[in-house]
């Protein structure tokens, strides 16, 4: 099969992390986390994140925004998100469901929130006819691919706790937004104020897991335990996860995996931005590419290899990388890209 671009979803398996899934199948272990592969892999997220970290092996993203952010709400409280979040777009009303509590969308370009565009939430319905924000959650990446810097994310905590809010990170693409800035996810989470972050695996090599980490003893403890366990993210063969994310924290195997894939998209933006015919419309950050490109040219450009459409309106498309796109995969694809928009195609 050639090479997709349409998500990081679509990647293989990286085979460091097939290896630490082998090397886990040896034999019987305790079951739900009682094993020695999570014991190691707890302490690889505190050698990263601090002594004081509680991270939660969990089996997907959704599970894991879900039942974090379970941890910091009480029913009637809210959390206050960009509009175009993972949690208030694409995760089917699943905290709502499962925590009784409301997302506040918030209205955003650029898919990032900023103390500005927060406040005026925060200074209507406080009687009990509302309900009460609480949480603030952002994806860092961003759902446009963009990054919060360290001094726009310290900014937005410090608004935060200054209200009484806590802030949590959907670090589904943590690594690629930290490989970005030559930096650790640490330094974009927990060192500036970070209450909560999901720690994503999936989209960065592994088969499945993630992880829920809760910081300074905010939300963990037997909360967590309790609500992972309603929540169904409880795995019985937890070694699978905790071995996958343990060896992801390995001698920087995250940073390989991200840096090449932000790389590659870096590759593909040199190319398409001299096709006459396609428009770059985001900044290009990480491993994600945004476009317009003629409604024909894009039907012929997926008959060959398949992509998001975006925003059907304007028409706008998604293109992303990840740790197994090679240069002749980015290469290929834009030649694809400048057949579609040929007058000759």
């Given at each position: 099969?050639?090479?997709?671009?349409?998500?990081?979803?679509?990647?293989?398996?990286?085979?460091?992390?097939?290896?630490?899934?082998?090397?886990?199948?040896?034999?019987?272990?305790?079951?739900?986390?009682?094993?020695?592969?999570?014991?190691?892999?707890?302490?690889?997220?505190?050698?990263?994140?601090?002594?004081a970290?509680?991270?939660y092996?969990?089996?997907?993203?959704?599970?894991?925004?879900?039942?974090?952010?379970?941890?910091l709400?009480?029913?009637?409280?809210a959390?206050?998100?960009?509009?175009?979040?993972?949690?208030?777009?694409?995760?089917?009303?699943a905290?709502?469901?499962?925590?009784?509590s409301?997302?506040?969308p918030?209205?955003?370009?650029?898919g990032k929130?900023?103390p500005?565009?927060?406040?005026?939430?925060?200074?209507?319905?406080?009687?009990?006819?509302?309900?009460?924000?609480?949480?603030?959650?952002?994806?860092?990446?961003?759902?446009?691919?963009?990054?919060?810097?360290?001094?726009?994310?310290a900014?937005?905590?410090?608004f935060?706790?200054a209200?009484?809010?806590?802030?949590?990170?959907d670090?589904?693409?943590?690594?690629?937004?930290a490989?970005?800035?030559?930096?650790?996810?640490?330094?974009?989470?927990?060192?500036?104020?970070?209450?909560?972050?999901?720690?994503?695996g999936?989209?960065?090599g592994?088969m499945f897991?993630?992880a829920?980490?809760?910081?300074?003893?905010?939300?963990?403890?037997?909360?967590?335990?309790?609500?992972?366990?309603?929540?169904?993210?409880l795995?019985?063969k937890?070694?699978?996860?905790?071995?996958?994310?343990?060896?992801?924290?390995?001698?920087?195997?995250?940073?390989?995996?991200?840096?090449?894939?932000?790389?590659m998209?870096?590759?593909?933006?040199?190319?398409?931005?001299?096709?006459?015919?396609?428009?770059?419309?985001?900044?290009v950050?990480?491993n994600?590419?945004?476009?317009?490109m003629?409604?024909?040219?894009?039907?012929?450009?997926?008959?060959?290899?398949f992509?998001?459409?975006f925003?059907?309106?304007?028409?706008?498309?998604?293109?992303?990388?990840?740790?197994?796109?090679?240069?002749?995969?980015?290469?290929?694809?834009?030649?694809?890209?400048?057949?579609?928009?040929s007058?000759?195609?």
């Open positions: 099969m050639k090479r997709s671009f349409a998500s990081d979803n679509n990647a293989p398996v990286a085979p460091e992390i097939l290896d630490a899934l082998q090397r886990a199948n040896d034999g019987d272990a305790v079951g739900y986390g009682a094993d020695p592969w999570t014991a190691s892999a707890v302490r690889r997220f505190k050698e990263h994140f601090g002594d970290t509680e991270p092996f969990m089996l997907n993203g959704t599970g894991a925004n879900v039942v974090a952010l379970s941890c709400l009480r029913p009637w409280e959390v206050l998100c960009p509009a175009t979040a993972h949690l208030q777009v694409d995760e089917c009303g905290l709502e469901r499962f925590a009784g409301k997302t506040i918030v209205e955003s370009a650029d929130l900023t500005e565009s927060v406040e005026p939430h925060l200074r209507v319905g406080h009687e009990e006819h509302h309900p009460q924000p609480r949480v603030i959650s952002i994806s860092q990446a961003t759902e446009f691919g963009d990054v919060y810097d360290a001094a726009e994310l900014a937005l905590c410090e935060a706790h209200r009484g809010l806590l802030v949590h990170v670090g589904a693409r943590i690594a690629n937004a490989a970005a800035f030559g930096t650790t996810p640490a330094a974009l989470t927990v060192d500036l104020g970070v209450d909560a972050l999901t720690f994503g999936t989209k960065n592994l897991g993630e829920m980490c809760f910081f300074n003893g905010c939300g963990g403890g037997q909360a967590a335990l309790f609500a992972r366990k309603q929540g169904m993210q795995a019985s937890m070694r699978y996860v905790a071995a996958q994310l343990e060896a992801l924290l390995t001698g920087n195997l995250w940073l390989r995996y991200a840096e090449h894939a932000n790389a998209t870096q590759r593909l933006y040199e190319r398409v931005k001299r096709i006459d015919g396609i428009r770059v419309t985001r900044p950050r990480c994600a590419i945004f476009a317009t003629d409604r024909r040219a894009i039907e012929r450009a997926q008959s060959e290899s992509f998001y459409m925003d059907e309106l304007l028409p706008e498309v998604r293109w992303m990388t990840h740790w197994a796109t090679q240069p002749e995969d980015v290469d290929a694809f834009a030649n694809c890209l400048e057949r579609a928009v007058s000759r195609a």
